[in-house]
Each structure stands twice: as C-alpha cells, then as structure tokens.
C-alpha cells in the first residue's frame, strides 16, 4: 500500500511537467545573468512569506477544535519550521545586493500579483478549510537544486555562488527536510478529507508556480522595452565577473 | 467515466498523445476532489512537450522553489 507521501509525491510529479518546463526556460535562459535578480526577486516574495504563513497554519491549528488528533502535532510541526525558515529572505535580499541592486529597491517594490496568489490561497485554507493544508504547498516548494546543479549553472554564466546564496543554504538544509516531511506526513492519521486536501493544494501551488515563473520570463523580456520596464530593476546594469557563456 | 476520460473531456490530457499505462494508472487513482482541482486549475497532463525531459539534469536537480 503506497504511503501518503508517495501517493502525494507521485500526484505532484503527474501535474508538475509545464512547471519543470518553465523553471528549466528560467535557469537555462541564454541571458540568465541578466534574468537572475528578477528570478531572485520573484523568489522573495514567496519566501518572506514562508515563516509568517506557518506561525498563522499553527495559530489556525490551535484554535482547532479539541476532537481534531492532528491539529496539536500540526501546530508544533508548523512552528518549529516557522523558526528554521525565519530570516531566509535574507539571503535572497543579501544576493541581490550583491549584484547591485540595493535591499531597498527590492523592498520598496510590489511583489508579483501571481505571488501574492499562490501565497492567498493557502490563507483561504487555513481560515476557513483546515491548516493542513499547508502541507501540500511545503511539498511542492521545498525541493532544492542540487549543489552540482548550481556550480553548473555558476561555471556556465559566471553568477558566482557568492549570490547564489540562497539557493546553496537550501541545496545543503532542504535534503533533510524533504526526507524528514515524508517521514512525518506518513505517520500522521490522515483521513480522507485531510489527503484530498493537501493534495488539492499541491495541484494549486503548482498552478500558481506556474504563473510566478512565466511573469519572471515575461516581466525579463520587458527589459528590452524600455517602456515597459518600469516594474524591474532600473540599478545601473549589473556587471558580473565574467560575461554569459553558451554551453 | 474514468478519470482519464474526465480530464479528455476536460480537454487536459492530448488524445493524441496518450499517456502512459502508469500515468492512466496514477490518474485513475486520484480522488473526485483531485481530479476536480486539476480541472479547475487546467493542469495539462500527457503534452509532450511538458514533459519532456531536461537535457542538462532533472526537475530534482534543478529544484523549485525556497519555502
């Protein structure tokens, strides 16, 4: 009998292929060293949010009813992730600065609508569906690149891994999360509502990624235009310690 | 009708590009709500051109996002 995390893992993996398409047109982008702070950014805004959504998850879990068996272990579980993801923002904001572009600029400017939805909805659940939900968004996000991966894409367009900070902490910490979720959502009681739930999550928060990756792609392309680059960067252009190198 | 048929019907799996006697499988497993939110979300399964391999890795190498 397959375990809730493979069932999960198996739904997720049926319905991610548009997304792994985009996320690759995005880390393989010809001009990623110039498409590489607005990536950084629309990454931000979802992880700025990550800690301050657990702490709500847990508060929504405590509120729960005195008959729900799992809202006690959810509150505790969302809690401790809530301090180990708290402050991670700032590696990203610590990246762009590191390219030049200062933390107030990305500070000051709006996160991307599409961000803010794949964020919302996992809000809708937790108030007026269960906090569980949450779960199926944690599944589908926390999957780090690989540390071969990222030296790869370092050598290959000359982004040091100086700023790509973020993504090298999460490459070393995630492993051990993901093997850690799967233990834990296994042993929990899960009743059928609780798995259609997460799982319609997951569905939703791949929908939503799907929209965050194509407004990196397309506010990119605006960069050109200058008309229409009035929601990127406008930093002076970024140098680098060595030009975009074809593969 | 089966939930590869719903989603046909949905228009989100290609008929002309069938999936996979795993794929029908893992699909047929899903439960009404699931399949619900993938039509809802019009999650395309079964293009080709979506789930083509990458290249230079995999999806797990080049990972997702940071929660």
Sequence with gaps: MMTHSGRLREMISLVRGRLDSLIREVWFHPRLSELYPEFLFAIYGVTASSSPAMRVAAERCAGAST????????????????????????????????????????????????????????????????????????????????????????????????SMSAHVMHARLDPDHVAEFDATLDALPLTQHHQDLISVSAIATVAHLESVFSDILEHFERISNPAGAATIFTAPRIALASASREL | MTNVERLQQAGL???????TPDEIQSVNALSPAEIDALISVRAKLGDAFFQRKVKDGDSHRMGTVMV
């Design chain 1, 67 to 162: 008959g729900d068996p799992i809202a006690a272990w959810l509150s505790t579980y969302y809690l401790e992730h809530a301090d180990e993801e708290s402050g991670h923002e700032q590696w990203l904001l610590d990246d762009l600065a590191s390219l030049g572009i200062p933390r107030n600029l990305a500070l000051q400017r709006l996160p991307y609508a599409s961000v803010a939805a794949l964020v919302g909805v996992q809000y809708y659940w937790m108030f007026h569906v269960h906090p569980i939900a949450f779960l199926g968004y944690i599944a589908v996000l926390e999957e780090p690149a690989s540390m071969e991966f990222l030296e790869t894409v370092s050598r290959r367009t000359g982004i040091s891994l100086t």
């Design chain 2, 13 to 19: 799996v290609q008929t002309h590009i069938p999936l």
